[in-house]
């Protein structure tokens, strides 16, 4: 048995690289998570650089000096955070506060209709059992009045919190554009200076995260605005809420437009029942998911590793539960990672 682990070690660590990066690696995902929730700041920041470093990088290819293109990035960068807090925030506090304010209506409502279901159909469905569901589903609403409340209040108590971080975030932000090379050559000289194995990654995972993390931002704005569009053409209520959270269900393939389609068509059926106007909007944003499945995506996502949808999922599930809404974020691109990781190693075939 040692000799079969001394051949395996022998296989793929003989390379003095490999094992730099097999720490390096290891270091990586312990200071994630240990530390993630400490360096939540400096991983925000570090990810905004990098979508805004595409911005400067446009600007500079049209003739705009990099400091110049900085400071027009970081400004535009500045205005889309003050619109985020002032406007967009206190909207979707406010649609989610009435939600819940209105839920205890919703579920009587809910459960009044579905009382008539065991007289129609009693062969599938039981008093007892619908009962019990909604007993549940009370409990659950219960539970969810008590987070947004005690949330309102643990927020109030950590105001000094929040505002070091609206303060620091943009701040990061704007260093890590502006001494981008400093930083990544001062990164650089810790490593050692062969490293062909580390560029070769390097390249080609450069490109993948930067089109996945900058395709995604786009993504998730246009399927947030268009939602938004198409609900209040409609006069859906919570329209903003339920457009945020259809934006960000693009984070999760596959998963998070199925998932994020039941509070809509809830919402909808209530305010509507089983009208045509519940019928037209649950259309429009059937073209909506449509569009963005076989339209956005692929115009967005061409150059990026396609990856079995099986390992998309394991991937979501995995670093989501290590990393929470960041890992869920970054599950493709990571999942890309360990791939191009695992295509690049090198074996010593004569150690077995």
Not at 51 to 68: F, K, M, S
Not at 160 to 169: A, Q, R
Not at 194 to 222: C, H, P, S, T
Not at 223 to 241: E, M, R
Request: glycine content about 8%.
């Amino acid at each position: 048995m040692l000799k079969i682990v001394q051949s395996w070690i022998e296989k793929y660590f003989s390379d003095e690289e490999a094992v730099i990066l097999f720490v390096l690696l290891l270091t990586g995902l312990g200071v994630v998570v240990f530390l993630g929730k400490m360096l939540a700041p400096v991983i925000a920041s570090i990810v905004l650089a990098f979508i805004l470093q595409g911005l400067v990088t446009r600007l500079t290819n049209v003739g705009l000096p990099e400091r110049a293109a900085i400071i027009v990035t970081f400004l535009l960068f500045l205005g889309i955070l003050t619109v985020l807090l002032l406007v967009l925030l206190p909207l979707i506090w406010g649609q989610i506060i009435s939600l819940v304010k209105e839920m205890p209506r919703i579920m009587g409502d809910l459960q009044a209709s579905v009382k008539l279901l065991p007289e129609q159909y009693p062969q599938f469905l039981s008093q007892g059992a619908i009962q019990q569901v909604f007993d549940q589903v009370t409990a659950e609403v219960g539970k969810l009045g008590q987070f947004v409340v005690s949330f309102s209040l643990q927020g109030l108590g950590n105001v000094v919190e929040w505002l070091i971080y609206i303060v620091l975030v943009p701040i990061l932000v704007f260093f890590f554009l502006k001494d981008k090379r400093v930083i990544l050559h001062s990164l650089a000289a810790l490593l050692p200076k062969d490293r062909v194995l580390m560029n070769r990654i390097w390249l080609e995972m450069n490109m993948q995260f930067a089109n996945y993390i900058r395709g995604k931002v786009v993504e998730i704005f246009v399927v947030g605005v268009v939602t938004y569009i198409v609900f209040a053409v409609f006069g859906l209520n919570y329209a903003a809420l339920l457009a945020i959270l259809v934006g960000l269900s693009v984070v999760i393939p596959y998963i998070g437009a199925a998932v994020v389609t039941i509070p809509v068509a809830l919402i909808a059926f209530f305010q509507w029942g089983w009208g045509t106007e519940f019928i037209y909007l649950m259309v429009f944003y059937g073209i909506v998911q449509a569009l963005d499945g076989n339209v956005l995506v692929p115009l967005l996502f061409s150059e990026v590793v396609n990856l079995h949808p099986v390992l998309i999922i394991v991937a979501v599930l995995f670093f989501g539960g290590v990393w929470g809404f960041w890992g869920v974020f970054f599950a493709i691109p990571l999942a890309t990672l360990v791939k191009a990781v695992f295509s690049a190693w090198p074996t010593n075939n004569k150690a077995l």
